[in-house]
């Protein structure tokens, strides 16, 4: 099963690695400083995001939507994923395009062709929904490993490579 790898090293950037695809990636990541999501592993798979209308697919639709609108390729975290330390809970966490922790409003972000590389080469895995979003219906397309990094590189109580030259060799 295909893996991303994202390293958090500072409070609003990290290091996103790919490992398992067809092709191979180290890329700069972002989210916002104030919707830091757990560290953990998720199960994650292709969708849109509804409410962002700037994809590509074209027929980028929602199952169960009709219109013309793009919707934003992105990856979906899953449910109930928990940020703030635990505090809250969202359904809406996505790996989508973006170019800096403004793009973020609890996802993570990294440069359009990655996501669009990963979301195409995944798609197959796409959610289906049977009565609407609450009724999420998928296979896990990938692992999602958010790791927390201390100042000298390792791991700071995280499950997972020690660090990231230990998972990857680039």
């Not at 290091?15 to 972002?30: D, I, M, N, Q």
């Not at 009709?66 to 809250?88: C, D, I, L, M, S």
């Not at 100042?151 to 998972?167: L, Y």
């Amino acid at each position: 099963m295909p893996s991303i790898h994202i390293f958090r090293t500072s409070k609003d950037t990290g290091t996103l690695l790919l490992s398992g695809f067809s092709f191979s990636a180290r890329e700069t990541c972002w989210w916002n400083a104030d919707w830091v999501i757990a560290a953990r592993c998720y199960q994650g798979y292709p969708y849109y995001m509804g409410k962002k209308y700037d994809g590509t697919a074209g027929n980028g639709l929602p199952h169960g939507t009709t219109g013309t609108q793009n919707y934003r390729e992105a990856v979906h975290f899953g449910q109930g994923v928990k940020w703030n330390n635990g505090k809250n809970s969202n359904d809406g966490v996505f790996l989508h395009r973006g170019t800096d922790p403004g793009w973020s409003d609890g996802c993570i972000v990294t440069r359009s062709d990655l996501v669009y590389q990963i979301w195409a080469e995944t798609r197959m895995f796409r959610a289906n929904t049977t009565s609407g979003a609450d009724n999420l219906l998928y296979r896990a397309a990938m692992n999602i490993y958010v790791i927390d990094l201390s100042a000298d590189g390792t791991t700071a109580g995280t499950q997972g490579p020690k660090s990231i030259t230990d998972s990857f060799m680039f």
